[in-house]
């Protein structure tokens, strides 16, 4: 699908970078689904996408740089499935092509509230340099112009939200368990962990720390993040 698209909208919240699926109407939008055949429905489609970095969960101990969640909805077990990827972000490992697509879709939306905030910053100065008895400029704030712009000119990358570069492996670990994050809804969620972690690079590993840890809020310009020590995960 076509992570760019206004049927999916990128969120950076204080614990998480989110990508949001548009719900499906009839037939349209198409969100990515799977056949969940195993656990009784099949093609449920894909809610949402949470990146949070490091890993909430331990593999035999062992902490991960970060973990991507895919949720799903069963209607008939009325619970949610989420399928989950761990990060490793090895010293001598490339740059991981097609999840560089997803990333870079956050990095826009950190650079437009940059953007935002730099304006603001700017109409201060300048507001304060007329009080103080300098010429009266105009600043024409267009927020996002710069992300419009660079958008004419891309064009619009596909993502797969299981391609090669991500599912490495059909095997998982599974267990019943919660939510990690309030209402922490007891025996809520059919747990996937994937037993093969999904390769990125260090320089990739950083820019969604930066994204994450870094982000202002675009209209007070506060820092949203939440993360403590370097974390945001909830350890399970």
Known sequence: FKISS????????????????????GDEPDPPHVDFSGVGYAN????????KIPSEHLICGERYDGEMQYYFFHPVKQSLIAVSW??????????????????????????D????????????TIQNQTA???ESLTYNRARGSSHNRRMKKEREPVWDPFHEDIQRTIHFWGYRGSL???????????????DVPVPISSGQLMQMKNILFNNRDGDSCAFTSTHYKGSVARPI
């Open 86 to 111: 761990l990060f490793e972000a090895k010293p001598d490992n490339l740059v991981n092509q097609h999840m560089q697509l997803l990333i870079d879709e956050f990095q826009k939306v950190y650079d």
């Open 113 to 124: 509230n940059e953007e935002s905030c730099k304006a603001d910053m700017n109409v201060t």
């Open 180 to 194: 990690t994050e309030p209402p922490c809804s007891p025996d809520s969620v059919l747990w996937r962990i994937m």
């Open 6 to 25: 206004e049927t999916v909208e990128k969120q950076i919240l204080p614990n998480k970078l989110r990508a949001l699926m548009m719900r499906r109407v």
């Open 44 to 51: 449920l489609d894909l809610l949402n996408i949470d990146i």
């Open 132 to 134: 103080a008895g300098h």
